[in-house]
């Protein structure tokens, strides 16, 4: 299986320029916010949660970031107190179509749908894309557990405890592997690598691409990366999968 391909990876995001970092902090809070509101403040019990966590510290956030971000959306509803700030905040999903008939699926966080579909109908617009009808891009993705791992030491029989342990896939590059599973075997997999000596990259449930498409116009790609780049920088945006093979 190749073309796992979500654009928000940490080699987009590491040694970005502070007046983004802001933002890029911002949208993790949002991350978290979320997930407290929908299942609590205890990542261990609250497993979107404890990813939401995971991810910030991936990207640097401060813990100190991370706590206001729990302690606000853990904050009484009597006290009112931010409330306005986070009790409207909701995950919607995005069906499109960039340059050349891509799929993409976008993942938002918002507090005004109306404003964020207005938003991103406008930045797809500006790069030969466009919103998608319900059902029509999402059927051909997949949830699934995407764990990066670091390439070195990782020989036969470390791949054959990965797939012991529920990897579904297993997908090599350059300097890393990415490792596919069902959703409720990444936890598993994750532990059992960590008690290996194994350096985990990153480790998320992402929207993946049945049938990936290779890109070789370069024209097409440059258009493509700024899309990306554009959507990226839309303050709701938190992810954008898409069926490019990388």
Known sequence: MSGHSKWSQIKHKKGIADQKRGQLFSKLSKNIILAVKEKGDNPNINYQLKL???????????????DRAIKKASLPTRQGVGEKETSNFEEVIYEAYGP????????????????????IKHILSQYE?????????????????????KKNKI???????????????LESHEEKIDVY??????????NRL?????????????????????????????????????????????????NIKN
Request: no cysteine.
């Open 194 to 242: 960590i008690k290996k000596g194994v350096e985990i990259i990153s480790a998320s449930i992402d929207l993946v691409a049945k049938n990936p498409v290779q890109i070789t116009n370069q024209a097409a790609k440059k258009k493509i990366e700024e899309l990306f780049e554009a959507l990226d920088d839309q303050e709701d945006v938190q992810e954008i999968y898409s």
């Open 100 to 119: 050349g008939g891509t799929a993409l699926m976008l993942e938002a966080i918002t507090d005004n749908r109306n404003r964020t579909v207005a938003e």
């Open 181 to 190: 599973a069902k959703p409720e075997n990444l936890e598993n997999i994750k």
């Open 155 to 169: 020989d036969e029989n470390k791949e054959l405890d990965i797939i012991e342990a529920g990897a579904e896939d």
């Open 52 to 66: 939401a966590i995971e991810k910030a510290k991936t990207f640097n956030m401060p813990n100190d970031s991370i």
């Open 129 to 149: 894309g466009k919103l998608a009808e319900p059902g029509s891009v999402s059927w051909m993705f997949e949830k699934r557990a995407v764990i990066e791992i």
